[in-house]
Every structure is written in C-alpha cells, then in structure tokens.
C-alpha cells in the first residue's frame, strides 16, 4: 500500500511538473491537461486496461467547443497510453449523444449542455473529464482539471455515484472532492 501511495504520488507530480512548466499556450495546456486525464482515468476501480473509447463531446457550429475538441484530438492522436490503458479519441457532437456507446471516457469541452451530457454519460458508467470546474461543481461532471499557476484535480462526489464509478483510495487522497 505504502508503495502504490508513493508511485501514486510521483505520478501525479510529475504530471503536475508537465501542466505548470508547459501552461503558457492553449495547445500545450490542452496537451498536458489531457495527460493528466489519462492518469485520472487509470485511478479507476476496476483498473480500465486495453484500448478504450475516449469521446470528445462537442457542441457543432460553436468555435470555442471545437477548438478545445481538435486540442483534444491531437493530444490523443495516435492513442495515449497510460500504463496497460490506451486511450483512442471519437469525436460526438453535443447533438448526438446517443454515439457515446462503446466509450468508457468522455472530455467534455466547453459551451456544451453539462447536464444533458451528464444524463447520457452517467447510465453508461462514463468517465467524464472537463477543464471547466463549473462542471464539477454542477455535479455534471466526475472529473475537473484546471491549470492555471497550479493544478487542481477536483471529483464530483454525486457525478462519480451517478455514474457508478469508484476512483483509487490512495487517488482520492491527493485531489480535491466535492
């Protein structure tokens, strides 16, 4: 336990490193962010392993949302493998919700319906990731990560139940729960 608490913590710092030496542009933010997202996802219990879906949920005709989107999509090109999980990006529009089947992961950017992602996620046991702690805090999504002079990693207590998902112990207690 006391190792997998001081590979949890290193992993985690050295994440941290990543975001705070690299959150001078939007792209390399997203970059990092994404990373972070990836190690998130591997604190889940059960441990997700092999490759999985990682959909960006997108609001069409909206720059701000699709932007973020192809941020996302180029950090994740390729795939992101985070120990024995690959993450592989699927782009769903906001306005078809119903292609969230199959993914175990879901970023959500911003100018998106919170809620209603949340709705057609949460049944589905998804993960959800945003860079919006409005998110969070509106308990729409499990996971917020923000970096701005540092980084903040912040679980929705309600969106994590709702979706039946259960994070790592030793993972619970490095990041902040509301």
């Not at 994404?34 to 604190?43: C, K």
């Amino acid at each position: 336990m006391v190792n997998s608490r001081l590979w949890l913590r290193h992993a985690l710092l050295l994440a941290i490193c990543l975001m705070a030496g690299e959150a001078g542009s939007a792209q390399t933010a997203s970059s990092s962010t994404v990373l972070v997202a990836g190690r998130v996802a591997s604190f889940l219990q059960p441990a997700l392993s092999g490759t999985v879906t990682a959909a960006i949920v997108y609001r069409p005709g909206d720059y701000a949302s699709e932007r973020e989107a192809r941020l996302i999509e180029r950090a994740l090109a390729g795939g992101l493998t985070v120990g024995a999980l690959t993450l592989r990006p699927r782009r769903v529009a906001s306005t078809a919700l119903g292609d969230l089947g199959g993914a175990r992961v879901a970023f959500v950017t911003v100018n998106t319906d919170y809620r209603e992602i949340a709705a057609a996620a949460a049944p589905r046991a998804i993960l959800t990731i945003s860079g919006d702690p409005a998110c969070t805090r509106a308990a729409a999504c499990v996971v917020s990560i923000s970096a701005t002079s540092t980084v903040q990693i912040t679980v929705s207590r309600a969106a994590t139940r709702a979706a039946r998902l259960k994070f790592n112990s030793a993972f619970l207690m490095l990041i902040k729960e509301i």
